[in-house]
């Protein structure tokens, strides 16, 4: 009875794909047999970043770095480290963009994941977060994009590690204009003062990773940071699906 069951769904699936195709996230191309999401050659295409980073922002670096570098924010730094697991750049650039601005929620579990594998060494270090907090979106920016991606990714990278979530501990308070959309200079001053942690209790004296989608200049995560420690949290660790 189960094999016909399974036989049922399989010549189900087989039709279903012949009239409504499911295409790559990526590229638009037609998915083959065992694909997920998007198609062997996008994911061939994205790019993992290496061992060779910064030790404090994680910015790759052609050469050892003892304390930073000088793609670090400017001093001073609040939090303890920044990883990123992938290069914002090509197919994978584009797969993110659909996630983050076209509503295509199917691509979070496994850009998740995909950032979980890269990024494990982390969950199973001594400097392995006791729980995390994702970047959070004003409560507007939230209503009108209808979802926070970073709370998302940092869900189900949460999930995967064992690790407590804490959504709700950072709130952004203040509404700000996009980063993206700031010369580097101002951006520092445009984040300053807009986040606050609405439960010290809960951070107080643990290590706190900070889960951000894409690393840029770095100053929202190290806003983020300086708010979490002054609410008492013992460090903090960011850790990012990508960096630009």
């Known amino acids: 009875m189960l094999a016909v069951a399974s036989h049922v769904r ?7 794909d012949l009239m409504l195709p499911l ?8 998915l083959e047999a065992g694909d997920d999401t998007i198609c ?9 970043i290496g061992r060779g980073v910064c ?19 400017p001093p001073p730094v609040h939090f303890d480290s920044a990883r990123a697991a992938f290069f914002y750049r090509g197919a994978f650039a584009e797969m ?5 601005y076209g509503h295509r929620l199917e691509l979070g579990l496994p850009l998740a994941r995909a950032m979980f594998m890269a ?12 729980l995390l907090v994702p970047v959070p979106l004003h409560f507007l920016r939230k209503l009108r994009r209808g979802y926070n991606q970073s709370e998302i990714l940092a869900e189900e990278f949460a999930r995967l590690a064992g690790i407590e979530c ?25 984040v300053r003062g807009a986040f606050e942690v609405v439960a010290p209790d809960r951070i107080r004296d643990r290590r706190v990773g900070l889960v951000d989608d894409v690393l840029t200049t770095g100053n929202t995560v190290n806003e983020c940071a300086r708010t ?17």
């Open 23 to 30: 295409v790559c996230s990526a590229c638009g191309e037609r």
């Open 96 to 100: 993110f963009r659909f996630f983050k």
């Open 119 to 130: 990024l494990r060494p982390l969950c199973e270090s001594k400097d392995r977060p006791d």
């Open 10 to 16: 399989t010549w189900a699936r087989g039709l279903f």
């Open 55 to 73: 030790p404090l922002c994680g910015h790759p670096t052609p050469r050892a770095v003892r304390l930073r570098c000088p793609n670090c924010p």
């Open 40 to 48: 062997r050659r996008c994911r061939a295409s994205i790019e993992q």
């Open 228 to 244: 979490l420690k002054g609410a008492g949290a013992a460090h903090v660790a960011v850790i990012a699906l990508a960096r630009a």
């Open 166 to 190: 804490a959504g709700d501990v950072l709130l952004r308070v203040r509404y700000t204009p996009a980063q993206a959309l700031l010369p580097p200079e101002r951006r520092s001053r445009n």
